[in-house]
């Protein structure tokens, strides 16, 4: 069994939470209560069905406070993890700094692949859903961008996702696989 653990990063009340639920499809409800350190949500996907081999898979969705107050618990939440979704809102300017500083922390910081990060541009209703150039500063602009819209096209983003975990899983299954390879050659 792979079992993977995804973390939801970014800034305050960018619409992680919301979002997490809705992927996981978690029926807790949410009025805006900002998450305290971590909430862990586990799931599993009918389309995401692990490696050839029938060896299934697991995901557990890490959904961190995006309130600087709990920096000193991030390194307990980034170990051990093999993917980090940064979840920010493309409207408000100052996202686009800080977004940044978790790449930074979260991917740089535990010599993550680029491929494991996914940027998502999350458009809470009312916020035009406008998706205008997004003008990203290197290292970001070379991450894999997807747009939210819960209202408008919810399925856009969870295919994104499906298709990022089953990255994520084919990955994992394949280092797994080079292990075993190293133990008997
Ligand atoms: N209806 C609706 N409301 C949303 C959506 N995204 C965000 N919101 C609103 O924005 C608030 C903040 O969203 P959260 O998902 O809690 O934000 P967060 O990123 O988890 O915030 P922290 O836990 O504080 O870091 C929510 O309570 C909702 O009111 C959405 O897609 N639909
Ligand atoms: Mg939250």
Redesign the pocket.
């Known amino acids: 069994m792979l079992k993977a653990k995804i973390l ?1 990063v ?13 992927l996981t499809e978690s029926s807790e409800i ?7 350190g971590v ?1 862990i949500l586990e799931f599993e996907n009918p389309q995401v069905t692990g490696t050839s081999r029938g060896a299934g898979c697991e995901f557990e969705l890490w ?5 600087p107050k709990f920096e000193s618990c991030w390194p307990a939440l980034m170990k051990d993890s093999h993917g980090v979704v940064i ?1 920010f809102n493309a409207d408000t300017p100052s996202h686009l700094k800080e977004i940044e500083t978790w790449y930074a922390c979260f991917v740089q910081g535990q010599f993550l692949p680029d491929a494991h990060c996914l940027l998502v541009a ?4 009312g916020s035009g859903g406008d998706r205008g150039h997004l003008a990203l500063a290197p290292p970001l602009n070379k991450l894999k961008l997807v747009h ?4 408008d096209d919810p399925e856009e983003i969870r295919s994104e996702f499906i298709k990022y975990l089953k990255n994520i899983i084919s990955s994992m299954s394949e280092s797994r696989d080079r292990e075993e390879m190293s133990i008997i050659t």
Do not use: I, M, W, Y
Request: proline fraction near 8%.
């Open positions: 939801f970014g800034p305050c009340e960018s619409g992680k939470s919301v979002l997490a639920n809705f949410t009025e805006h209560s900002p998450t305290q909430r959904d961190c406070g995006g309130d979840v999350h458009h809470k209703p939210s819209n819960l209202e």
